[in-house]
């Protein structure tokens, strides 16, 4: 713009002078039941219950937690005295009261009502910060709540006679006070003729013509003097007489009449109320600067504009939200309520005088682009923050400014200008703050996005958390919804955005199915970014509002929706709260909807973005069929725009949605969107799919938590984001707390989130200034100690010391009364530091009773224990208690009871001691001790114990038996002698009737032959007992010799053998051979011939935990007695570099106990940081202490936090384990793991060991899935998950012409079109929605041209025709627990599955007839089964654990044998390869693709690097199979030449796949 322009555009300001009066009654803050009030009982003298704040409130200079709101116009921060004691006396009152109209007022018989409640509403706190900057400019105060109280038509009391009539004046006046953890600020708000009577006449002079004005102010009320005087404390007065009443209507002092302000209390030092002084009056207004530009300078063409966008001064197109009055007040909010074009430098509310001093200067050095003549701008207020700097703050600066009009330029004064030096606190802890010559900016670091003040780490996926309310209206039908919850989630690598809300009561939930801009915001603001674009969050930060107005055509139903943004959480979540006020169309229940892919232009201003478009939906339902509709969608986006910086060059760009899809789930009341966005210029995006870079089309395989780097034509690479660690594909959170790269300062402790961490204060501080320094809190301030005591304040803590002539603990202070001090009293203040009575840090002071002498029980402050002590303070052996236990009765005499004489008494029942009735009663000796051998008085049972009374293995001996010497060190009983006594019954060793009784040798062992007595079959054991395969005979027949040399094989030999094929006994290939020795046992150490590790091993051949070496390094020698290495010490040592055991530079080694264990503190030699940790070796929450600070006595318990909703039977089992575990489970202990629903997750392991098995939904096990193996064991979850996308017609959407892959999804069946061999993703649909059901097997009969599939939730398999509009049909629905593989006979119109729970392969006729069962041995974990129809070939897999195999037979069960056992691992999918006759399997353990002929030759890898494939099907020269890891399809040609993926827009597992050609083949 030239100087002439500028010169033309001064010429062209116009002044307006507008008549202020004062503030109407539909401006004052919202109010009444609709926004959650609650209304005060009706009455004459009545008085609120208690309420509780969420946050403690200074008023004066103390903090208070609780309010009272009284009819009389008044609210105290204790319960009040009766009216009659106070509300006809003068001002001050004797306790605190806030006094906006103190009068004798009477709501009785409906006259008028009295609303209160508290809030946190994001808008009510920044219209109370927007009105306290007003009548505070310099004020640096930000609200975090609000209380708000409000008399409505409330009446005066009167005494109404015969001769006289009530009166019909009313009063309406409010009362609002905001505040923080540091200051507090009054509200009076007065309407326009809101008060007509100005007081009331005392109840006790009606006789008299005497009224009493209402008393307006503040008073602390009566305070303590000295110990038992008390005195009159501050108090502020409005009024003094009936004119000063008028003028809190007439008159103002935040520049509007009606509206008061006062500063009321301060946490660190207050005097008395201080009110703001911007007085107004009513007649007098200071004039509103209205600026017009002309055409000539700013036209639609230049700058095109939505002409229907709606004026901001429109109620209808900007609804605000329940907490906010109306249209946020717009000529006084700060953030949002000044106009486009006149954003005024003096403070929100203050209207300019017409200076030119205060007109805004043009920006000559950094242009930017002129606001559209219809927008809303938001200027935000200049503000020092005193919040962490994720909180809302000032983003726009300003600096004084002088126009010189005769020389055109425009001069700065930096005198006040803010710089990164004073208030860089205002950016993200991940972004670094920059100087420009007329304020600062905010950037985030290389690594994060956003606008500076805050910032994301690159990659990383994302949640949104934030609350739903509003009114709509739906038909005739109108809807509250009252802070229901919504969350999202979003992938940013690839743009896809889930939001859900829930709690969406009918019939809104099917209506808002269409108003998918609820979700695409969050689509907006993390959209994948194409080149030279950016998305939302990069401009605006985390704080921002956004206005929506949606017009439905034809109806013309209108909603408007304001989304406001209000920072980072604790946990970095974004938080948006939403408002929905109009009408939408009416759905019917049961419809779906469909929305199309489309573009949305967004242009950009400074501090402002807006977009219109329109937008086409199909609702298909049974009552009207498909029906195609529209809205239209215009919005505005407003943000805190840093202007100082160098400007982006944005003006306009491209949102592109690329798959909608949105449902409402009746059942679980939940409204689901998920969209996926992409963001670039105009015209971006318009490539050839297959000259799209994978990083911007979304399709490559980077982990969730990376980010996408695209590199030239179709390479990239993924790079984890910050805060995570790994190659891009496998991307693992860094414990920034663990590794010591955390931020945090002293008084601090880290606490680790997902790519990230935070700080918090330890006890006793709290956050500064900055928001990240952590300060102490001074608790003196409070007045915690007696009267008679000094207070002294000590970093984190503080102590209370009694005054000189006064003895006792600083908290009960008593008058010595002249005596000398005793020996306790001395001992105690020689432990007082001399300089103002504070203690020695950490040092124990004794406990002195009123006579001074030494209680007799002593606690230690710091450390929680207690203990007994007699007369001299000495403490009494046995009786100190650690914290968190009973402590010890120390009154009782003589000493105390020993743990024996405890346990006994316990048992003991009545005073006489009489022992219970069949209880075991230990013995105890002289000393308490007890006795070496104890005997059940009831069963006659003895045992040996040790001194703790345990009972020691071997030494019980039945009644009638030789009891064992205890004092002897004879050996104990044996296995087979115990075995043996375990099963005498009577007195004298009768056996029980029929039971087998084993047979022991001289020395205790089990004699190698064993016969029953009963049966007369006999047999031959081992060293265990255990019957040995094979010798078992008869009664009547020979015996076999259990002591012949050519015993039976051994365990291990016939493991050994069973693996040595039948040819010369070799071994099969890259197959582990066990070793035995001489007698046949398994050597102590084996190891694997192919991979070279070696691990020891015990009796029965099982892997010893922590032996296992890798080749190369040395064995461990497995004969040693010694314990192999632990946990800790393999972690240890694995962190050792050299052979000489230095530890690598700057690494964490973990120090280990005598025994190997975790020693339970743990601090790093680098950083200095020391934390507590478990037996595992885990941080426990809360310990971590930075260098130079005291460390944490790890020996104190745990405390494990309740959950924070009910819990579920995996929780409550949980739960009850680690308190089983006194909340230190380790390595050998088992928890149930559960997902983030509560249920349990499919697949449970042992502790942190890669000892894992599958359980059903109830978490039982499921039989032959447990492993020890790295990679998991495949199993599939039995709980149907919530779905994510809409529910389609409950028929089936046929597929495209030609040849087409259909999949199973969990809940649906979905249809991948195929062109040629490549998969044609952009016409993928669904087949058929299965909501509640969890398909696994799939397969096609192309005679018939329907589809077959197995459900594991529901536990049927059924059938669908592909023609249009047909329905799915069950055929099977008995005595199926979890069928997964199906496979279609098509040339004998047979069906095929198998069943993993009772393990068995079953056949039917296509229609469920003719069932029968064709295995039911020698399967472990059937999964996969396939048919080659033209042989008659059935072929399935076993992923047995123990020994994997894949099998096959004749389709009539004949023929039975294994096709595969070597070198294979998970081999969950099968199928046939028409073409090269073979049969191929994807194995998810060895993570190959192989192929074999069916007589077991020409095995060949196909692929040696997959994921975690499932399922897989062959078509032409390519495989395509479903992978777990991807959550979509993968292609893989047969020469492994070429590979491709479909990733399905709702992601989750998909299972079976299946191919569906036009016709058989």
Same mark, same amino acid.
């Given at each position: ?1148 080694? +973990? &120090? *280990? /106990? ?5 020693? @339970?503190? #743990? %601090?790093? =030699?680098?950083?200095?940081?020391? $934390? !507590? ?58 928890? +149930? &793991? *559960? /997902? ?5 997750? @499919?697949? #449970? %392991?042992? =502790?942190?060991?890669?000892?894992? $098995? !599958? ?307």
């Amino acid at each position: 713009m030239t100087w002439d322009k500028i010169a033309v555009l001064f010429l062209q300001l116009l002044w307006t002078v507008h008549r202020v009066t004062a503030i109407h009654r539909h401006d004052i803050y919202p109010y009444g039941m609709l926004y959650g009030d609650v209304a005060l009982q009706e009455g004459d003298d009545e008085t609120s219950k208690v309420i509780t704040l969420t946050k403690p409130m200074y008023f004066y200079e103390a903090s208070f937690t609780n309010l009272y709101v009284a009819t009389n116009g008044i609210i105290s921060t204790q319960d009040l005295p009766m009216e009659k004691q106070y509300v006809d006396d003068g001002f001050p009152t004797d306790f605190p009261v806030i006094a906006p109209f103190l009068a004798d007022i009477d709501t009785s018989k409906g006259k008028g009502s009295i609303f209160y409640r508290q809030t946190e509403s994001p808008t009510v706190l920044k219209r109370a910060e927007a009105d306290v900057k007003r009548g505070f400019p310099d004020a640096t105060f930000t609200p975090t709540h609000a209380f708000i109280a409000t008399w409505e038509n409330v009446s005066a009391y009167e005494e109404v006679t015969r001769s006289s009539r009530p009166s019909n004046r009313v009063n309406t006046f409010q009362v609002v006070l905001a505040y923080n953890e540091k200051d507090t600020y009054a509200l009076f708000l007065y309407p326009e003729d809101g008060l007509q009577f100005f007081g009331t006449r005392p109840k006790e002079s009606y006789n008299v013509e005497i009224e009493l004005p209402a008393r307006v102010g503040f008073t602390r009320g009566e305070l303590s003097y000295f110990f038992f005087s008390r005195t009159e404390g501050p108090y502020y007065s409005v009024t003094s007489n009936e004119q000063s009443v008028k003028n809190l209507y007439q008159k103002g002092n935040i520049g509007e009449p009606g509206v008061w302000l006062f500063h009321v209390g301060n946490r660190y030092s207050f005097q008395n109320v201080v009110p703001a002084q911007h007085e107004v009056v009513s007649t007098k207004a200071p004039p509103v600067l209205v600026a017009v530009f002309s055409d000539e300078d700013y036209t639609e063409e230049e700058y095109p504009i939505d002409p229907d966008f709606q004026d901001p001064t429109t109620t209808e197109f900007l609804e605000p939200e329940q907490d906010s009055s109306l249209l946020e007040r717009l000529n006084q909010e700060a953030p949002l309520g000044q106009s486009p074009l006149q954003p005024s430098v003096s403070g929100p509310g203050e209207f300019p005088q017409p200076d030119p001093r205060n007109l805004p200067p043009e920006d000559v050095t950094q242009p930017q682009r002129p606001l559209p003549k219809h927008a809303i701008l938001q200027v935000y207020p200049n503000r020092v923050k005193d919040v962490p700097p994720h909180n809302s703050g000032g983003q726009v600066f300003s600096v004084e400014e002088r126009v010189n009009f005769e020389s055109g330029v425009i001069h700065y004064s930096t005198d006040n200008k803010e710089t990164c030096e004073r208030f860089q606190q205002q950016c993200s802890q991940n972004a670094h703050c920059t100087d420009y010559p007329t304020g600062f900016c905010c950037h985030c670091n290389s690594g994060f996005y956003g606008n500076g003040r805050h910032c994301l780490p690159n990659g990383a996926p994302h949640r949104v958390n934030g609350k739903v309310r509003g009114t709509v209206l739906v038909g005739g039908t109108v809807v509250q919804l009252d802070s229901i919850d919504l969350h999202a989630y979003i992938v940013v690598g690839d743009g896809r955005a889930y939001t859900a809300i829930s709690e969406v009561p009918e019939p809104v939930g099917w209506a808002l199915m269409p108003v998918a801009p609820i979700g695409g915001l969050f689509g907006w603001l993390f959209a994948l970014e194409l080149p030279n674009s950016l998305n939302g969050f990069s401009i605006t930060g985390a704080e921002f509002t956004r206005r929506a107005d949606v017009t439905f055509y034809p109806g013309n139903q209108r909603l408007s929706i304001v989304q406001t943004a209000t920072g980072l959480d604790t946990q970095n979540y974004l938080n948006v709260d939403t408002h929905l006020q109009g009408s939408v169309p009416f759905i019917p229940p049961g419809a779906t909807v469909q929305m199309e892919p489309f573009k949305d232009t967004y242009q950009y201003y400074p501090s402002l973005i807006t977009s219109s478009s329109v937008r086409e939906f199909t609702v298909v339902s049974a009552e009207k069929g498909t029906e195609t509709l529209t809205f239209q969608v215009r919005q505005n986006i407003t943000y805190r725009d840093c202007t100082h910086g160098h400007r982006r060059g944005l003006e306009t760009q491209e949102l592109r949605m690329e798959r909608i899809f949105v449902m409402y789930v009746k059942e679980e009341r939940i409204l689901r969107y998920a969209i996926t966005n992409k963001i670039g210029p105009l015209g971006a995006g318009e490539t050839e799919p297959e000259n799209v870079n994978p990083c911007y089309s979304g399709n490559h395989d980077c982990d969730t938590t990376a980010q996408c780097v695209p590199g030239e034509g179709q390479l990239f690479s993924c790079q984890c984001a910050t805060g995570y660690s790994g190659d891009g594909r496998n991307c693992y959170d860094v414990d920034e707390c663990a590794e010591g790269l955390s931020s945090c300062g002293a008084h601090s402790h880290c606490v680790n989130l997902p790519g990230s961490h935070r700080c918090q204060c330890e006890g006793g501080f709290e956050f500064g200034f900055d928001g990240r320094t952590c300060q102490d809190v001074d608790e003196c301030r409070d007045q915690p100690c007696h009267a008679q005591a000094l207070c002294s304040n000590v970093p984190g803590s503080f102590h209370c010391q009694c005054q000189p002539g006064y003895h006792g603990d600083g908290f009960q202070c008593h008058p010595q009364n002249g005596r000398p001090k005793t020996q306790c009293e001395q001992h105690r203040d020689s432990l007082q530091s001399r300089n103002d009575g504070v203690p020695r840090v950490g040092a124990f002071i004794p406990e002195c009773d009123e006579e001074g002498q030494y209680r007799p029980q002593q606690c230690h402050g710091s450390t929680g224990h207690c203990w007994c002590v007699d007369s001299r303070g000495q403490e009494r052996a046995g009786t100190r208690t650690p914290p968190g236990t009973p402590t010890i009765n120390c009154y009782e005499p003589g000493r105390l009871k020993t743990q024996c004489e405890q346990h006994r008494d316990s048992l003991q029942s009545g005073n006489d001691g009489v022992p219970r009735v069949g209880a075991f009663i230990p013995e105890c000796d002289e000393e308490g001790q007890y006795r070496p051998q104890q005997c059940h008085g009831s069963t006659g049972h003895c045992w040996c114990v040790d001194s703790r009374g345990q009972e020691r293995a071997g030494t019980r001996t039945p009644p009638g038996t030789s009891r064992i010497n205890c004092d002897e060190s004879g050996r104990p009983k044996t296995q087979c002698e115990q075995h043996r006594d375990s099963l005498q019954s009577g007195n004298g060793g009768v056996p029980r009737v029929g039971a087998f009784i084993p047979q022991c040798d001289e020395e205790g062992q089990y004699r190698p032959q064993q016969c029953h007595g009963s049966t007369g079959h006999c047999w031959c054991v081992d060293s265990r007992g255990q019957e040995r395969a094979g010798t078992r005979t008869p009664p009547g027949t020979p015996r076999i010799n259990c002591d012949e040399p050519g015993r039976l094989k051994t365990q291990c030999e016939q493991h050994r053998d069973s693996l040595q094929s039948r040819n010369g006994d070799v071994p099969r290939v890259g197959a582990f051979i066990p070793e035995c020795d001489e007698e046949g046992q398994y050597r102590p150490q084996q190891c694997h011939g192919s991979t070279g590790h070696c691990w020891c091993v015990d009796s029965r051949g099982q892997e010893r935990a922590g032996t296992r070496t890798p080749p190369g390094t040395p064995r461990i020698n497995c004969d040693e007695s010694g314990h192999p290495k632990t946990q800790c010490e393999q972690h240890r040592d694995s962190l050792q570099s050299r052979k000489d055991g230095v530890p690598l530079a700057g690494a964490f080694i +973990p &120090q *280990c /106990d005598e025994e190997g264990q975790y020693r @339970p503190q #743990q %601090c790093h =030699g680098s950083t200095g940081h020391c $934390w !507590c940790v478990d037996s595992r070796g885990q941080e426990r929450a809360g310990t971590r202490t930075p260098p130079g600070t005291p460390r944490i006595n790890c020996d104190e318990p745990v405390i494990v936090p309740p959950t924070q909703r009910p819990e579920t039977v995996c929780e409550r089992w949980r739960a009850s384990l680690l308190q089983q575990y006194a909340g230190q489970p380790d390595s050998r202990h088992y928890l +149930p &793991q *559960c /997902d983030s629903s509560g249920e349990f997750n @499919p697949v #449970q %392991c042992y =502790g942190d060991s890669s000892y894992c $098995w !599958c359980v059903d939904r109830n978490g039982r096990e499921v039989p032959g899935t447990r492993s020890h193996d790295a990679v998991k064991p495949a199993c599939i979850p039995t709980v149907a998950p919530p779905t994510m996308r809409p529910l389609p017609r409950p028929d089936v959407t046929p597929p495209p012409a030609g040849t087409s892959l259909l999949y199973a999804q969990g809940q649906q069946i979905g249809v991948l079109p195929l062109n040629g061999t490549q998969m044609d993703k952009q016409r993928s649909s669904v087949l058929l929605a299965l909501h509640g059901s969890i398909v696994v097997g799939i397969d096609y009969d192309c005679r018939e041209r329907k589809v077959y599939w197995t459900d594991l939730a529901g536990r049927t398999i059924s059938r669908a025709s592909l023609e249009p509009g047909s329905e799915s049909e069950i055929i099977i629905n008995t005595a199926l627990t979890s069928p997964e593989g199906l496979a279609v006979d098509v040339a004998r119109r047979r069906l095929f599955w198998v069943d993993s729970t009772p393990d068995k392969i079953e056949t039917a006729n296509l229609d469920g007839s003719d069932r029968r069962v064709l295995f039911d041995t020698d399967l472990v974990n059937p999964r996969a089964i396939i048919v080659d129809s033209p042989t008659g070939t059935l072929y399935w897999t076993d992923w047995n654990r123990e020994a994997p195999k894949i099998e096959s037979s004749s389709v009539d069960g004949q023929n039975r044998r294994v096709l595969v056992q070597d070198g294979i691992g998970l081999p969950n999918a099968l199928a046939y390869d028409s073409t090269t006759r073979q049969v191929c399997w994807a194995d998810a353990g060895t993570k190959r693709l192989e192929c074999i002929s069916p007589n077991g030759t020409g095995r060949r890898v196909v692929h040696s690097n997959l994921n975690y494939p499932f399922s897989m099907v062959s078509f032409a020269n390519h495989y395509y199979y479903t992978d777990w890891r991807r959550d979509g399809v993968v292609a893989l040609s047969r020469d492994n030449q070429s590979t491709d993926e479909y990733l399905p827009d709702q992601r989750s597992h998909l299972y079976g796949i299946t191919v569906a050609p036009p016709h058989c083949l």
